[in-house]
T-cell receptor, first 111, second 113 residues
Framework: KQEVTQIPAALSVPEGENLVLNCSFTDSAIYNLQWFRQDPGKGLTSLLLIQSSQREQTSGRLNASLDKSSGRSTLYIAASQPGDSATYLC??????????FGQGTELSVKP | DVKVTQSSRYLVKRTGEKVFLECVQDMDHENMFWYRQDPGLGLRLIYF???????EKGDIPEGYSVSREKKERFSLILESASTNQTSMYLCASSSYRGADTQYFGPGTRLTVL
């Protein structure tokens, strides 16, 4: 059974710092991996999707990498801002498009 | 932009009531999903659908049913609400199996008293 783990569970950094969020999964037979952002009490917003054949994706200050063989992904946030404060969720898609989510990393960026 | 809407942001119901949560997407997506999100348990898949009138059980279908009579609408039904169904319910849609981003609605915070 696929399991997704995110470390750390919570992270607090000063504004301007570069940071890395980690995601690991137990079954490497994935179709894709996605990173989402969730603000308190709100739905999820898709940030980046990496297909199983890809190694990384970039969007603005965000860069996500995928190492399928080792079951790991990282989300790199450059020059963090207070507006980046949110919970970041990693999810892998197996057969049929079903997503299996990690528990998330709660990020706080202090001004 | 893809838009997924849910009928209510907040809902309060009593134990034993029948509860309908509605989800509508405007991008002609084939796939639709219902999740619940609880502290410490994360997001868990309740039911999903790949096409009109099709439904498949997710990881935690007990106590729930679904209906998909039209492509754009996917309803989650709590036949007899219980207090352990108090949760945040999230609907999502995507265009085809396995390879596309899922787009989420804003969520419905359901409280069962």
């Amino acid at each position: 059974k696929q399991e997704v783990t995110q470390i750390p569970a919570a992270l607090s950094v000063p504004e301007g710092e570069n940071l890395v969020l980690n995601c690991s999964f137990t079954d490497s037979a994935i179709y894709n991996l996605q990173w989402f952002r969730q603000d308190p009490g709100k739905g999820l917003t898709s940030l980046l999707l990496i297909q199983s054949s890809q190694r990384e994706q970039t969007s603005g200050r965000l860069n996500a990498s995928l190492d399928k063989s080792s079951g790991r992904s990282t989300l790199y946030i450059a020059a963090s801002q207070p507006g980046d404060s949110a919970t970041y969720l990693c999810a892998v898609s197996n057969q049929g498009g079903k997503l299996i989510f990690g528990q998330g990393t709660e990020l706080s960026v202090k001004p | 932009d893809v838009k997924v809407t849910q009928s209510s942001r907040y809902l309060v119901k009593r134990t034993g009531e029948k509860v309908f949560l509605e989800c509508v997407q405007d991008m002609d997506h084939e796939n639709m999903f219902w999740y619940r999100q609880d502290p410490g348990l994360g997001l868990r898949l309740i039911y999903f659908s790949y096409d009109v009138k099709m439904k498949e059980k997710g990881d935690i279908p007990e106590g729930y049913s679904v209906s998909r009579e039209k492509k754009e609408r996917f309803s989650l039904i709590l036949e007899s609400a219980s207090t352990n169904q108090t949760s945040m319910y999230l609907c999502a849609s995507s265009s085809y199996r396995g390879a596309d981003t899922q787009y989420f609605g804003p969520g419905t915070r359901l409280t069962v008293l």
